[in-house]
């Protein structure tokens, strides 16, 4: 089984802020990752499901509507109907691109990320689509002379 | 995300928070309702009961019943069994479920390509050659006054391990019902919450907080797994199993898991009973019955304060990333 492969299916959660300037930013991501057990291969064998908790963080760039980052971090898993834990690290390139603007502060995004889990005894590829709700706090310009109005 | 998003880069703190829902591959779980046809199982079956021909402490009362159980109920689920028992008054059959005899049965499978499922049911030991063992035929020898252990002819882990190398054999299912059996688990890549001794005067299930197991995790992590193995034991290595009724304890909820009750031990609902669904399965029924023998039971609260109380004990699973599917739920 340590060569095989077999498709599966994950759903995760995650709460992340963007911090830095408007185009260039750092992303930090925590979450929940629930992963179901695979198919069953020829010989009826499958990889194990699992639920974990997620942290990463990495670069981003922001393009207009569009935004490109990497991820990069660790996961906290547990497989399935036992008490076996384990952990690994991950990383996550993505994109996304702004679909819709709800008001002055939240916007839906919509993307795709291609996670890499680099477990000990097995190694995950996969697509993911990428739903966020973004809220953008406000605006906070940091004055960077004197105003004319102060000046003496 | 606002308007202003554009002007002052550079001289602007700001922060976008944001969840988001992700979720991966669609289709890939609609592959997983399409269960191909059974391969290849073959299971060697071992119950050893009698030790000593002509009585004696040392013998157990069930072990035979339990190998005999579980053979047929393999058969029944599509698997090619031999089963070999030793509960007769003649040594020369109970020979057959000697260690030799385990060892040429496991080389005669070799080139098989399909699952092998082995199962044994008898007594365990500890710190033979440094682990845990099993006790097959001819490892328990009497003497004028009794008997004595013959260690050479048990068979530890990494031994059992060996004799599935040497015949090519990759694909191996391993469950125990022997005392000291979950020093046959690896953990893998894994850490096992529950500990070697679980109960009554002994550790707990680690981990309260799923937080707390990230550093035995992390220092867990190794690519030495061994991903074809898959243990499942009655007990852990500082363990007794026990017996009781018709069967012992964990056999008794294997036995169940493949008739009566596997619908119920089938947590995906996909029809297949797994490893680990099967694990689980005796896990929450000894926990539920055995190991809450002195709650439920008052009256027996008095062996709690004697040398020879009924031990609580948790069966183990392997730490391997893939499991088995060992039979169709129904059949």
């Not at chain 1, 300037?21 to 194990?48: N, P």
């Not at chain 2, 990494?158 to 391993?174: D, K, N, P, T, Y």
């Not at chain 2, 898959?230 to 007990?235: D, G, H, Q, R």
């Amino acid at each position: 089984m340590g060569s095989g492969t077999a498709p599966g299916a994950a759903v995760s959660a995650e709460l992340g802020a963007r911090i830095g300037g408007d185009r260039l930013a750092a992303m930090i991501r925590a979450g929940v990752v629930k992963q179901a057990a695979s198919a069953y291969t020829d010989v009826w064998t499958r990889y194990r499901g699992f639920s974990g908790l997620s942290l990463a963080a990495g670069p981003n760039l922001r393009l207009g509507l569009f935004e490109f980052g990497v991820l990069a971090g660790g996961a906290l898993a547990r497989y399935d109907l036992s008490y076996s834990y384990f952990a690994f690290p991950y990383i996550e390139p993505g994109a996304s691109y702004r679909a819709a603007r709800l008001d002055d502060r939240f916007s839906l995004g919509i993307g795709l990320s291609l996670p890499v889990y680099l477990r000990a005894d097995a190694l995950s590829l996969g697509f993911r689509a990428v739903v966020e709700l973004r809220y953008e706090s406000p605006h906070q310009e940091r004055p960077s002379t004197p105003s004319a109005e102060s000046a003496p | 995300m606002s308007r202003r998003l554009g002007r002052g880069a550079g001289h602007a703190l700001r922060a976008a928070f944001g969840a988001a829902a992700a979720t991966l591959a669609a289709g890939a779980s609609l592959l997983a309702c399409s269960m191909p046809e059974p391969p290849n199982r073959v299971a060697l079956v071992y119950g050893v009961s009698t030790y000593i021909e002509g009585g004696s402490s040392v013998n157990l009362s069930l072990t035979d019943d339990d190998a005999r159980a579980m053979g047929a109920m393999l058969s029944a689920k599509g698997w090619s069994v031999t089963t070999r028992v030793a509960d007769s008054s003649v040594a020369t059959t109970n020979e057959q479920a000697s260690r030799d005899r385990i060892e040429a049965d496991i080389a005669a499978l070799a080139g098989f390509d399909g699952i092998v499922l082995f199962y044994y049911s008898g007594h365990g030991a500890y710190d033979v050659r440094g682990e845990s063992a099993i006790c097959p035929y001819g490892s328990i020898v009497a003497t004028g006054e009794g008997y004595f252990f013959d260690l050479g002819a048990m068979i530890t882990a990494s031994e059992l391990r060996a004799m599935f190398e040497a015949a090519g054999l990759g694909r191996v299912v391993i469950m125990l019902d022997s005392c000291n059996s979950g020093g046959f688990v690896a953990a893998g890549a894994t850490t096992d919450a529950i500990p070697d001794s679980y109960g009554v005067y002994d550790d707990d299930i680690a981990y309260t907080w799923f937080v707390g197991a990230f550093g035995d995790a992390v220092a867990a992590f190794s690519y030495d797994a061994e991903p074809g193995y898959v243990v499942l034991s009655a007990a852990g290595s500082d363990e007794f199993s026990w017996e009781s009724g018709d069967h012992g304890i964990f056999t008794r909820y294997l036995l169940e898991a493949g008739g009566a009750n596997s619908k119920a031990a089938d947590r995906d609902g996909d029809g297949y009973l797994s490893t680990t669904e099967l694990y689980r399965y005796a896990l929450l029924g000894i926990e539920a019955k055995w190991n809450r023998i002195y709650d439920e039971t008052p009256t027996l609260r008095w062996q709690l304060y004697a040398a020879d109380y009924w031990d609580d004990y948790l069966p183990h699973l392997s730490g391997t990333a893939s499991e088995y599917a060992l039979w169709a739920v129904g059949d």
